[in-house]
Each structure stands twice: as C-alpha cells, then as structure tokens.
C-alpha cells in the first residue's frame, strides 16, 4: 500500500471512529491510533491489524497537548506508576507501517479473523481467575515472537472496555520501538536501574486505547535485573492498578537465556511462538517442558502457508 493510500486509509478511519464514538461511552484509559504489524522479518507478513486514529485521551482522561511532554519527577527512584506525568503521545508512523508491510485496517482484512481468534481464546482462558497478564516467547529468537505480541495487543485494545499495556520486557535485544518508528530511548531496563520513573518512559505509540513501555538500553545482566523485587512489585502494581487493562510482554526466547524463565512467575499465562518449517518438533517439545503446561495458554504457527 502506497503512502497516500495509508494517509487516506488513516482519514476515513477516524471519520468512521468518530461515528463510532459519538454512539458509546469514551473509556476512561489511554487512547489511540492503530496500526499492525507484519512480521519480525520485514517482507513477511503475518496476520494483525487494526484501525488507527488520533489520540484524544491519556491515561489520565485528559486532553493530549500538541507535542508528547514529560512531566517532572521529585524522586525518580519511585516504585509506583501513580505519577502526574501524562503519557507521551507519538504521532502514528506512516513510513514505518509501509516498511514493515503492516497490515493497516484489520477490519478489512481476511487475515484480522486468525488475530480475533487468538484475542478471543486468550481471554477466554485468561480472564475467568482474574488474569490480566501474559507473556510471549518463543523457542529461539527469529520466529515472530515480537510481531505477534504486537498483533495481540493491537487486537485486544480493540476491545470496547478494555485497555492495553504492551511491555518489551527483552531486555537483551529491546525492538519494539522499531516497529511503531519510534526512537530508541531510555525504558523498562533504566526504571529497573533506578534512573528513570514510569510515567516518564510510558508511551501512546498512536494506537486506539494502547500504551507502550518501551524496553530501554540492551542489558547484558538481564536476568538479574528481570529476577530482582524492583521488577516483581513493578509487576504487581501494573496488575492491580487497573484490572480490566490486559497486559502483553514481549519476553526473550525460551530455550537461550533464562529471562523468560524468570519472567515466568509474574505472569498469569504464557503463549509460545514457534515458526512453521523453521522450528523443531525437539526445540517446540523442550520449551513447553520449560515453560510447564499448567503455564502454557496456547501456541502460535507463525508464518504458516495457507
């Protein structure tokens, strides 16, 4: 799809949202624009996609300004997300999402009903207890783990009531910034050494109802950091703060670093993505050994040919 095509794709979306929203109730979190996301690979793509427009709220419920601003912090060493800062808001990359041959607008796209799927049975086996947190990996890394953490999060802010929270908790190698065209700036791993707070380092990437918290600098002790209490009470306050908001981390692969291992106790769910012709029935068997199948929500083909 051509540049122009998404800038008039991008407009009538909106014109369609806003006809949308003038028969419901705003939601009272975070707001807006989406997009899809193709593939880890660029060239490749993989189902995902959703409608995008502007952002009107924050997750304070206010008015966003005209250019993303950072509140100040007295202590930046604080463990909470309570903070007065609003959240930044990006303006959606147009460029990016033709680059990435992002699926723009699920609503129009065969492949969005495999996306709705997933979204639905991961709820479904999510939700009753009370869950609101999953993480995704992968066997190795390569085989579409990061994509498709984006489609489900994109997916699931489509969910009226609901509200997103997409974390890049890789650590050692944190992309997600790439895919929405953001730059690489301070995340997760610099809150988890004490040099940033949440609300500074939290970001609307212009998707409808979607945050996202970036990874930060790479991080060679990742495991330490991602095991320590800093990252379990920071966890636990994202989890009960706001209940009905689901969140997505996007962790390191399975079977060559202990990240997700660690990680694993956090969450309330793992889903495992494995590459169709590409992973092994050995390395597919011994990651869901490592994960335990009482843990294992459900699997993910990626790349798969129809």
Known sequence: MSYDKLKKALARARQEDQERRAKQPAPTETAETPATIANDKPGRETAAVNSAFKQRETETGAAPTTAPTTAPTTNRRTNNIKGAARTRVAEINLESLEKYKIIFDYRRHPAADQVKILRTQLLQRLTPDGGNAVL????????????????????LA???????????????NPTITDYFGLPREKGLSDYLLGEVSIPEILINPGIDKLTLLPGGRPLTTSSEVLGAS??????????????????????????????SLLFSKYVDGIVLVVEAESTTRNDTKLAIERIGKEHLIGTILNKARE
Do not use: C, H, W
């Open 230 to 259: 800093r990252m379990a009470e920071l966890v636990k306050e994202m989890k009960e703060r706001y209940p009905e908001r689901i969140l997505v981390f996007d962790g390191p692969d399975i079977l060559t670093a202990a990240d």
């Open 136 to 155: 995704m990996t992968s066997p190795k890394p390569g085989e579409g783990k990061t994509v498709n953490a984006i489609n489900l999060a994109i997916s």
């Open 158 to 172: 489509q969910e009226i009531e609901r509200t997103v929270l997409l974390v890049d908790a890789n650590l050692r």
